[in-house]
Nanobody, 120 residues
């Protein structure tokens, strides 16, 4: 089984910065895509940023130019640097990973989420 654990969420003022981290652990053949999603109250979970194993990156339009995703393949970690935060960025942020659990099988795994609250 694979576990994803996020950290770094907290209360911050608008215009501030936060860096989220996520560590994957467990039995894995390879971690393929890693990413961050978020879910605000009353809304559906949506993609914030994704990064492939070769570090091809995709961002949601709402965070382009403000957020930066990165990963450390040696440490099985993914990061989300969030700058110029806005109140509308307030949400629970979830780490996700597309994992080859062995040579034949791939599964998606999710962390439990970390709360980011941006005050105006």
């Amino acid at each position: 089984q694979v576990q994803l654990v996020e950290s770094g969420g907290e209360l911050v003022q608008a215009g501030g910065s936060l860096k989220l981290s996520c560590t994957a652990s467990g039995t894995m053949y390879r971690i393929n895509r890693m990413g961050w999603y978020r879910q605000a109250p009353g809304e559906q979970r949506s993609m914030v940023a994704e990064i492939s194993i070769r570090k091809t990156i995709t961002y949601a339009d709402s965070v382009k130019g403000r957020f930066a995703i990165s990963r450390d393949n040696a440490k099985n970690m993914v990061y989300l640097q969030m700058n110029n935060l806005k109140p509308e960025d307030t949400a629970v942020y979830y780490c996700t990973a597309d994992v080859s659990v062995d040579y034949w099988e791939r599964r998606d795994f999710w962390g439990q989420g970390t709360q980011v609250t941006v005050s105006s």
